[in-house]
């Protein structure tokens, strides 16, 4: 489930199990989870070591509601393995459930988020300290996208490159003080790359202060891409409540030399 909602339901005092691997933490700076409540409510346990955590003794993290923990390589020096991560339902829930990963970026040199199509990161941050995302698009993917910044009363400047140099205050090929900003295929700067780093930077308040902490919830989305679904391939989605939908084609005999 590694950046990719797992979303499930579970009755009353009931538990669903879950693990992730993740193989090689050579640029990894920390392992994620993030849960998002829709209906009732559900506790996540989540431990290196116990195949089935049910409760806060055997476990070393817990999320309640909706709540985002990491295990970061300044509390644990290796962390390649399996985490394992039990769901208790409170009462009937319906929720999802995510793993993410943050590496060491050599265009950066900081640590990055990987975002992906719909799903939303939930981000704390301190001063002025700017946090750095990547969206990676394929050749395929010429289609315009969207980055939104929200469930925030404060204004953040998104600063975007794709050229394999690290985005840093006016240095940005795109650049927005709104909170969102769209990437067109028309835009200029649009073919020098397929990997776009944003940097997100906090602004100063009314008061020409920077608050202590700020949290806030990132994510894109791309806008009115119609994919391809081939022959005998399936093709997995997730719409969320900002992708609220997706467009797909199916093209039969496009040589127009078979019998179909």
Same mark, same amino acid.
């Given at each position: ?14 538990? =669903? ?8 933490? *050579?640029? /990894? ?17 989540? *431990? ?12 070393? =993290? %817990?999320?309640?509601?909706?709540? =985002? /923990?990491?295990?970061?390589? %300044? &509390? ?15 009462? %009937? ?7 993410? /990963?943050?590496? &060491? ?20 941050? &301190? ?8 969206? *990676? ?17 404060? &204004? ?10 690290? +985005? ?16 067109? +295929? $028309? ?14 930077? +906090? ?18 989305? $791309? ?38």
């Amino acid at each position: 489930m590694l950046n990719k909602p797992s979303k499930d339901f579970l009755m009353r005092n009931a538990y =669903r199990y879950y693990y992730f691997t993740l193989t090689d933490d *050579s640029v /990894v700076n920390y392992v994620g989870f993030q849960m998002t409540h829709i209906s009732g409510e559900a506790w996540v346990f989540i *431990s290196r070591t116990n195949p089935r955590p049910t409760d806060w003794a055997d476990s070393e =993290r %817990a999320l309640i509601m909706d709540d =985002r /923990v990491t295990f970061s390589k %300044a &509390q644990y020096p290796t962390l390649s393995g399996k985490y394992y991560i039990g769901v208790y339902a409170e009462s %009937a829930a319906y929720y999802s459930l995510t793993a993410f /990963v943050g590496y &060491q970026d050599h265009i950066s040199k900081n640590t990055v988020t990987k975002l992906f199509d719909g799903v939303t990161q939930k981000i704390q941050s &301190q001063k002025s300290n700017p946090m750095f995302f990547l969206i *990676s698009r394929s050749e395929s993917e010429a289609s315009s996208f969207s980055v939104h910044v929200k469930e925030t009363s404060q &204004q953040f400047q998104l600063c975007v490159r794709n050229d394999k140099t690290k +985005p840093d205050g006016n240095n940005c090929f795109w650049k927005s003080t709104n909170n969102s900003l769209t990437i067109r +295929p $028309s835009d200029e700067s649009y073919g020098n790359g397929t990997n776009f780093v944003i940097e997100v930077s +906090p602004q100063k308040g009314a008061d020409g202060q920077y608050q202590d902490h700020y949290f806030y919830s990132i994510y894109y989305i $791309s806008n009115n891409t119609v994919m391809n679904i081939g022959d005998t391939k399936t093709h997995s989605d997730y719409l969320t409540e900002e992708k609220k939908e997706a467009w797909y084609q199916f093209v039969i005999d496009k040589d127009n030399d078979d019998w179909v």
